[in-house]
């Protein structure tokens, strides 16, 4: 009797994928949940613009997500001085397309959380990428 065959998800990595994946969500939930406070905070207490109080607040998610992708998601074994500098740069293109994106469709005329909720889809994706193939790998 022939051995079974390996299965595709364990052939190509997709059930290491998934639990990736997963694990990028909540670790980036507790960040975004971070941003989307310092965001909220920003504008209505301190009147400062959506797109500026985005940027700050992304910023602020950014640092909570570092700790737990490195050790978390990935369990890199890469140094600081490695994965810090490379995140850094990923996180500030993140916070400035996201200050860009959500002012951008602010100014258009959504509400502001409605535009941070369809702009963190986007940079959630773009990050993982470049998570999973640059920073962490």
């Not at 694990?23 to 905070?41: D, E, N």
């Not at 959380?113 to 773009?126: C, D, K, P, R, S």
């Amino acid at each position: 009797m022939s051995k079974p065959s390996a299965r595709p998800d364990k052939v190509f990595g997709l059930q290491t994928l998934g639990t990736q994946f997963t694990k990028f969500v909540a670790a980036g939930g507790a960040g975004t949940a971070l941003h989307y406070l310092t965001l909220t905070a920003l504008v209505s207490q301190l009147a400062i613009p959506a797109g500026r109080a985005a940027f700050m607040g992304a910023v602020a998610g950014a640092c909570v997500v570092y700790l737990l992708n490195r050790r978390y998601t990935f369990g890199t074994h890469r140094s600081h001085a490695d994965t810090l500098p490379r995140f850094a740069l990923m996180a500030m293109a993140g916070a400035v397309l996201n200050g860009v994106l959500v002012g951008m469709l602010s100014a258009a005329g959504l509400y502001f959380l409605l535009a941070q909720m369809l702009t963190t889809i986007v940079i959630l994706i773009i990050n993982f990428i470049v998570s999973k193939i640059w920073i962490f790998r």
